[in-house]
């Protein structure tokens, strides 16, 4: 399976110094596979294209999933 998947994060408000107003939109793609009975891996990569006040992100995400 092929997984597209796009993350929001906007933080404001009234907060006090050194804190301050950010946003940052991730995007990631990466491709689930199944190993045996219910367990799966998933592998890809994120990029953060787009924010403000917000480092610029990329790197790679593995995990496991479980469907009991």
Do not use: C, T
Request: aromatic share 10%.
């Amino acid at each position: 399976m092929i997984l597209a998947q796009s993350f929001n994060v906007i933080a404001g408000g009234d907060s006090k110094p050194p804190y301050s107003y950010y946003r940052s939109h991730k995007v990631q793609l990466s491709l689930v596979q199944h190993l045996w009975r219910h367990l799966s891996i998933q592998v890809g990569g994120f990029v953060s294209p787009l924010g403000q006040n917000a480092l610029k992100e990329q790197g790679l995400s593995i995990a496991l999933w479980d469907s009991i």
